[in-house]
């Protein structure tokens, strides 16, 4: 099983709603990620968790809020978010070596929509 | 600033023709490279990669050549097939000064193949 899994594929919330989004992978990959994609802009990381420990924090702002429950789910909670927020937001996943042959496996992503 | 750079926001190949998408960086802390390939509605798939050691790495109709002299890499793509059409990722990996690898993305090319 070489799959990254996210869930819902596409939300549409309100600035004052919470949601989280939702990433599973059975592949023994002990990093995962989160990204965020604008249209026609490359994929920007948001979050790092290594060993279920939140090791990279790119100065998101708190309306994110990740959580590791275990070494294969990943959310990302969402609460009072900006239209700007709206984005294709990634959950990757890699083996966690950090020896540079660090491949990424994404999902599909989230399309999310905020109004 | 950005580090990893992809001057050609689009390319329009023939079928059967080489495919030339080039990437550029700035930041001698990388040492691994990877090319990343992504469809519309999808995320990234890791396409092929190298390491700082090597000046060429080939895969069936892809090869990735290296130049760390000048911080360049491409990718080609021999013959290319309308499959190909896609967006392609340029990133870059390195040690930085923390013990984790942080993957930076370049902007992207679309490319087209026609046929």
């Given at each position: 099983?070489?799959?990254?899994t ?83 937001y ?20 989230t399309?999310l929509?905020?109004? | ?27 001698s ?6 090319w ?16 700082s ?28 097939q309308p499959?190909d ?12 000064k ?7 993305f370049?902007p ?8």
């Amino acid at each position: 099983d070489t799959e990254v899994t996210q869930t819902p594929k596409h939300l549409v919330m309100g600035m004052t709603n919470k949601k989280s989004l939702k990433c599973e992978q059975h592949m023994g990959h002990r990093a995962m990620y989160w990204y965020k994609q604008k249209a026609k802009k490359p994929p920007e990381l948001m979050f790092v968790y290594s060993y279920e420990k939140l090791s990279i924090n790119e100065s998101v702002p708190s309306r994110f809020s990740p959580e590791c429950p275990n070494s294969s789910l990943l959310n990302l909670h969402l609460h009072a978010l900006q239209p700007e927020d709206s984005a294709l937001y990634l959950c990757a996943s890699s083996q966690g070596r950090w020896g540079g042959d660090e491949k990424l496996f994404f999902g599909s992503g989230t399309q999310l929509s905020v109004l | 600033d950005q580090q990893v750079k992809q001057n050609s926001p689009s390319l329009s190949v023939q079928e059967g023709r080489i495919s030339i998408l080039n990437c550029d960086y700035t930041n001698s802390m990388f040492d691994y490279f990877l090319w990343y390939k992504k469809y519309p509605a999808e995320g990234p798939t890791f396409l092929i990669s190298i390491s700082s050691i090597k000046d060429k790495n080939e895969d069936g109709r892809f090869t990735v050549f290296l130049n760390k002299s000048a911080k360049h890499l491409s990718l080609h793509i021999v013959p290319s097939q309308p499959g190909d059409s896609a967006v392609y990722f340029c990133a870059a990996s390195g040690q930085m000064k923390t013990s984790y690898d942080k993957v930076i993305f370049g902007p992207g090319t679309s490319l087209s193949v026609i046929p």
